[in-house]
């Protein structure tokens, strides 16, 4: 009789907005620790940073992902004027956006530009516009795929692949566990960008509060995904960062928000990950990391 077969990690990159810096801190301390995946699932942001990291999993690739984020500023990605504004409120068109920079970013910073030319197979989640469905993409343009897991809607126009309207992944998986358990992870590294929780204020504009609201959705979702799975993958759950006063639309704090991510990983890490419940990094009661000034 046959035993278990061989274990598959995956990292799985949930989306967050300005908080994926998070990810790229979580990310060097992962790799430090020598832990690395067989493939990469990623959503919305933590699609972007998965792509990155997939393209070059070894050497440089996490220090270039850093490098990028400490330069990345919100008109990189969010390129608003008062004519797109206009158009949007007068019904001319469904978002207030244009993605061209955030296509050019990506076309900048990624070596690869389709997906099964990675070196380490990425999958990027976005979701149907029509019924809300996941869709995961394995192959094909890869700034496409990622535009498509990035559309957060009303912002950004939808991005049509294989005749389907796409918008952004976090809609219907942003922590994307059900994508990694089905592409065969019996292992899998979470790696949430948290939410904003020690705010005194509500976030200020539009945009930023559909991101903090959805950063919110998707913490819940987190949970129920980990009741769901638990017993079908090993789920580790990389610590997000408690407090947290940055919230997803706030790109002034990248620096600070690495620094914090990794630092804290290393002490989870040297802790031996545990405890075991994967539900712990997520609970209000554990360790807080006092907030970085500046």
């Known amino acids: ?56 999993p070894h050497g440089d690739g996490v220090a270039h992902l850093e490098r990028t984020w400490l330069r990345l500023r919100r008109a990189d990605i969010f390129p608003l004027t008062m004519r797109d504004a206009a158009l949007c409120l007068l019904g001319r068109r469904g978002h207030f956006a244009q993605p061209h920079r955030l296509r050019a970013l990506i076309e900048s910073e990624l070596p690869c530009r389709r997906l099964e030319d990675m070196p380490l197979p990425c999958h990027v989640v ?61 292992r899998a590294f979470v790696l949430p960008t948290g939410s904003s929780c020690a705010l005194d204020a509500p976030p200020r504009g539009a945009i930023a509060m559909a991101l903090h609201a959805l950063n919110l959705l998707a913490m819940r979702q987190l949970l129920a995904d980990i009741d769901r799975f638990a017993s079908r993958c090993q789920l580790i759950v990389v610590p997000p960062l408690c407090p947290l ?20 990983s290393r002490e989870w890490l040297a802790r031996d990950m545990r405890p075991a419940d994967p539900r712990w990094a997520l609970l209000p009661h554990r360790h807080r990391a006092p907030e970085a000034v500046g």
């Not at 990810?23 to 933590?46: E, R, T, W």
């Not at 700034?143 to 992944?169: K, N």
């Not at 997803?248 to 804290?264: H, K, N």
């Open 245 to 264: 006063a940055v919230h997803a639309y706030d790109f002034s704090r990248t620096g600070s928000l690495i620094a914090r991510a990794e630092a804290a």
């Open 126 to 186: 976005a979701t149907d516009v029509l019924d809300g469905t996941e869709v995961v993409i394995s192959s094909g343009d890869a700034g496409t795929a990622l535009l498509a897991s990035t559309a957060l809607p009303a912002v950004f126009p939808p991005v049509e692949i294989g005749g389907r309207a796409l918008m952004d992944g976090g809609i219907s998986s942003n922590t994307p566990i059900a994508a990694a358990v089905s592409l065969g992870a019996t």
């Open 1 to 56: 009789m046959s035993g278990p077969g061989p274990t598959r990690t995956a990292f799985v990159l949930a989306g967050g907005g300005s908080l994926g810096a998070v990810q790229v801190g979580m990310l060097k301390a992962l790799a430090d620790h020598g832990i690395a995946p067989d493939f990469v699932v990623g959503a919305s942001v933590g699609a972007l940073n998965g792509a990155r990291y997939a393209a070059e």
